[in-house]
């Protein structure tokens, strides 16, 4: 299993940036492909970024495609996400999420690590 630990949100005026940032422990970085989600109150948590299968491809929601960047450093098992353009829309918890390289899916329940997650709150 793996454990993560999120840092990096905060409040921010709209079209400002932040850094968040998650920390990965427990196993080794390379066994979990690593993916951002975020939760507005009352609504569904939704996916925002992930790697692909060989971890080194990326895919992006429509709604961030252009604004956010997900990253990761191998040797400090740390992966980020640039949010940038950030609009009132983004605001919401987002979460840093784990599934194991091997597992079959890339959907919302196939990630079975999460973070506490931090929340975003983007002021007009």
């Known amino acids: 299993q793996v454990q993560l630990v999120e840092s990096g949100g905060g409040l921010v005026q709209a079209g400002g940036s932040l850094r968040l940032s998650c920390a990965a422990s427990?196993?080794?970085?390379?066994?979990?492909?690593m993916g951002w989600f975020r939760q507005a109150p009352g609504k569904e948590r939704e996916f925002v970024a992930r790697?692909?299968?060989?971890?080194?491809?990326?895919y992006y929601a429509d709604s961030v495609k252009g604004r956010f960047t997900i990253s990761r450093d191998n040797a400090k098992n740390t992966v980020y996400l640039q949010m940038s353009s950030l609009k009132p829309e983004d605001t919401a918890v987002y979460y840093c999420?784990?599934?194991?390289?091997?597992?079959?899916?890339?959907?919302?329940?196939?990630?079975?690590?999460w973070g506490q997650g931090t929340q975003v709150t983007v002021s007009s």
């Open positions: 790697f692909g299968w060989t971890g080194g491809s990326t």
């Open positions: 427990g196993r080794t970085f390379s066994s979990y492909r």
């Open positions: 999420a784990a599934k194991p390289a091997s597992a079959i899916g890339f959907r919302i329940d196939d990630y079975a690590y």
